[in-house]
């Protein structure tokens, strides 16, 4: 469970109307606890396939999944991860090579996958592939080419625009990646198209310690929480957090500010949290603030926390992680797997 939520950092949000489907590979060198190779399978935030090189099966992470499919599907899919795995495990030494690297902690990364706007019937598809944290190559899918910003990556990016690789993956991410994402869709509608409003709280230590707006327990997987100060925005020393999962399926996420005692007391800090859905009231949210903690919290028309929904969707910048992996056809009687074979670096 430590490489899903590894996995999970690099998702990025959308905005409402849009949904993603997304493939996250990882192979990994120097770390005998954890398995050398890890596949996971996310829909609009939720994953719901899984796969490692120390069980060797891919599994549903969802029971609508489950429910959804036959074991058929679970055989090819098992059988198509084997292969990724293998050319994972291969891709990694090369690119290490390519880097001059032989010993210590390595992982070779991608994320590749699709998104498609239910109103606009705009479709967008993204791959990317990283080594040690950093870029390796990226697919321009607008210019349909790939392309690296590091010299190691360079030879790759050649090879997968002359030697079918690319005209494979734009068949794929542009048609059978979006025809999957519907699939999904259906399948897990009850729970993927659920509303889940957060619970906020505004917490602070002591006075001369940061302000913590936390908003938990949302879905889908999208907030905006955002500062004002005297009514207008503020964005200085603001830190937002990383979007967290929490162990029912739903999300969390925090923004701090750090003010110095006498601000808060001359200006009016509020914490203003955006998700589709109803309205949270003040008397919903909870604080520990006191009297020294002049924190407002918007409520209504002129100050509430507007819920506003941002769809978890595919990740442009895998921050330190970028995982590889790839679908198959696909066909409404399940005959094939999701997933496609992973080429040579």
Partial sequence: MQSVALLLIGIQLVYAGKHSLQYFYTATSGLPNLPQFVSVGIVDGQPFTYYDSKIRRMTPRQDWMA???????????????????????????VVKDRFNQTGGVHTYQEMYGCEWDDETEEI????????????????????????????????????????????????????????????????????????????????QKDPSSPVTCHATGFYPSGVTITWMKNGREHHEDVEVGELLPNEDGTFQKTSSITVTPDEWKKNEYSCVVEHQGKSVTE??????????????????????????????VAGYKVYQKKKGFKPVNGSDDGSNSSAHTVPQA
């Avoid at 599907?73 to 084997?82: L, P």
């Avoid at 990556?153 to 002359?162: D, F």
């Fill in 67 to 93: 429910k959804s499919v036959g074991e058929d599907y679970w055989e090819r899919n098992t059988q198509a991860s084997i292969g990724s795995e293998q050319a994972f495990i291969n891709n990694i030494n």
């Fill in 283 to 312: 008397d919903e949210i909870r604080s520990n603030k006191g009297d020294s903690v002049p924190i407002g919290i918007i409520v209504g028309a002129l100050g509430a926390v507007v819920l506003l929904i941002i769809i978890v």
């Fill in 124 to 203: 967008n598809g993204f791959d990317e592939d990283g080594f040690d944290g950093g870029d390796f190559t990226t697919l321009d899918y607008k210019e349909k080419r790939y392309i690296s910003p590091v010299p190691q990556g360079l030879a790759t990016a050649e090879k997968w625009n002359r030697d079918g690789s690319l005209q494979q993956r734009k068949n794929y991410l542009g048609t059978i990646c979006v025809e999957w994402l519907k699939k999904y869709l259906e399948y897990g509608k009850s729970s993927l198209q659920k509303k889940v409003s957060p619970q906020v709280s505004v917490l």
